[in-house]
């Protein structure tokens, strides 16, 4: 299969550049295993799933990742954080010309400025030393990385609508975004519906926003991100499957988590690194739905969601979605995918 097996035509009044009012508000388009896309409320959620479904989340938290500053020579630059190791602090820098190594960088921090020293590079990530705790100093200094095609900088409200209710483990440089469509009401009406809820753990790096560069998909090398999948959440799959329930993933990272940890052939507990790339021709072990947002065209994200219902299904589903003007992207509409049998188109 070619990149360009999933391209598609979006005008770009239809990228959602800010959320919605409410969590709620969003549309969801609705993709059975047979039949045509059918337009539906992300409110009607509990009514579209079935008592004993487990919906498994991605609980990870969007650090405030991105900083700006200045070069030694007085060039602005701007910094987005990637991945912390020990004392090594790997980030992305957007500069008219990048830095050399043994330069000093000077970050914004309120009245003063915070020097940091370039150590190196490692392929398109920037080494940096920081002479103060680095996770405290985005923490309190930083802002939400929204994506790119959002063309603006974060604001007050990003704080809080860019993180998921329910995130706990720290380490994401993008939003699950997905799970941006929960709010607290609509989980408790989840419980009340007799839905089971559990977590796992993906740290979103910055490669989710890389294109997929090579023109067989066969040649794509994918980024490497953070899993945790636990031995409980491994022990709720296994007995909502033995009850005959469905394992609804919400995001693709929680897809790609649970997916990551069956390449056995069954769902085991598994903490590590996972660069797994899931586009068509792929067997599916563990995941039978999917609420996902709309994702960009060629993108790795795309073919994801082709693998799960049939690309021809998800390329007739995203043209209605243009032509009924659903919002795309992370602040986006939303959809909820049922997986085709294996071997689908």
């Known amino acids: 299969m070619k990149r360009t097996d999933f391209s598609f035509h979006l005008p770009p009044e239809l990228i959602a550049r800010r959320p919605t009012p409410e969590r709620r508000d969003s549309r969801l388009l609705l993709l059975r295993s047979d039949g045509p896309p059918r337009d539906q409320q992300f409110c009607h959620l509990p009514l579209l799933l ?22 030694d020579s007085g060039g602005r630059i701007e910094v987005l954080l990637e991945r912390i190791e020990a004392q090594r602090v790997l980030v992305k820098i957007k500069a008219s010309k990048a830095p050399r190594a043994g330069s000093t960088l ?28 680095a996770l405290g100093f985005f923490l309190e200094h930083g802002e939400m990385p929204l994506p790119p095609y959002i063309e603006r900088r974060a604001d007050d409200a990003d704080t809080s609508r860019y993180q998921t209710v329910y995130a706990e483990s720290l380490g994401s440089v993008a939003a699950p975004t997905a799970g941006l469509h929960f709010d607290n009401a609509m989980l408790e009406e989840l419980d009340s519906a007799g839905i089971q809820r559990a977590h796992v753990t993906l740290h979103v790096g910055s490669g989710t926003y890389q294109p997929v560069r090579a023109e067989r998909l066969d040649e794509h090398v994918m980024h490497s991100e953070y899993v945790e999948v636990g031995q409980e959440l491994v022990d709720q799959v296994r007995a909502t499957k033995a009850a005959g329930h469905r394992v609804v993933c919400v995001g693709t990272t929680s897809l790609r988590s649970l997916e990551a940890a069956s390449q056995s052939g069954e769902l085991q507990a598994y903490r590590g690194m996972t660069d797994i790339f899931i586009y068509p021709g792929y067997a599916f072990r563990t995941v039978d ?44 509409d939303c959809m909820l995918i049922d997986r085709r049998p294996f071997g689908s188109r």
């Open 106 to 133: 000077w970050l914004d921090a309120g009245d003063q400025a915070q020097f940091v020293t370039v150590i190196g590079r490692e392929a398109d990530l920037f080494v940096l030393n920081f002479p103060v705790d």
């Open 289 to 332: 739905r999917l609420l996902t947002n709309f994702h960009l065209p060629e993108s790795s994200l795309i073919m994801l969601v082709s693998a799960l219902a049939g690309r021809s299904r998800i390329l007739e589903a995203y043209a209605h979605a243009v032509t009924a003007r659903y919002r795309f992207f992370s602040y986006g």
């Open 50 to 71: 079935t008592p004993g479904d487990l919906l498994v989340f991605n609980d990870s938290r969007v650090i405030p990742a991105r900083v700006f500053g200045r070069k």
